[in-house]
Nanobody, 116 residues
Framework: QVQLVESGGGLVQSGGSLKLSCVAS?????????MNWYRQAPGNQRELVAS???????SYADSVKGRFTISRDNAKNTVYLQMESLRPEDTAVYYC?????????WGQGTQVTVSS
């Protein structure tokens, strides 16, 4: 059973930066997992923010393109989300998600709050 633990959230001013981390445990083949970051703001549906496939291919939501960067360190079983030029509308709980062979795993989430 894969477990995901996020960290790095917090309160930041508009225009600031944060780097989220997600460490995976319970697997020896982390490199074979597709890794994603989702977010959910109050009253909104959970939305996909950034993805990195096991091949290294990345994709981003239009709202974060050019500001957010997803990366991974397979040796550390860790995926990152570097967030730059943060805006108040980026305020949400950010969740790490992994998937492989139709199995899905979620972290507990980390709160990101951007003040104006």
């Amino acid at each position: 059973q894969v477990q995901l633990v996020e960290s790095g959230g917090g309160l930041v001013q508009s225009g600031g930066s944060l780097k989220l981390s997600c460490v995976a445990s319970g697997t020896s083949i982390f490199s074979r997992y597709d890794m994603n970051w989702y977010r959910q703001a109050p009253g909104n549906q959970r939305e996909l923010v950034a993805s990195m496939a096991d091949t290294g291919r990345t994709s981003y939501a239009d709202s974060v393109k050019g500001r957010f960067t997803i990366s991974r360190d397979n040796a550390k079983n860790t995926v990152y989300l570097q967030m730059e030029s943060l805006r108040p509308e980026d305020t949400a709980v950010y969740y790490c998600h992994s998937s492989r062979l139709f199995r899905n795993y979620w972290g507990q989430g980390t709160q990101v709050t951007v003040s104006s």
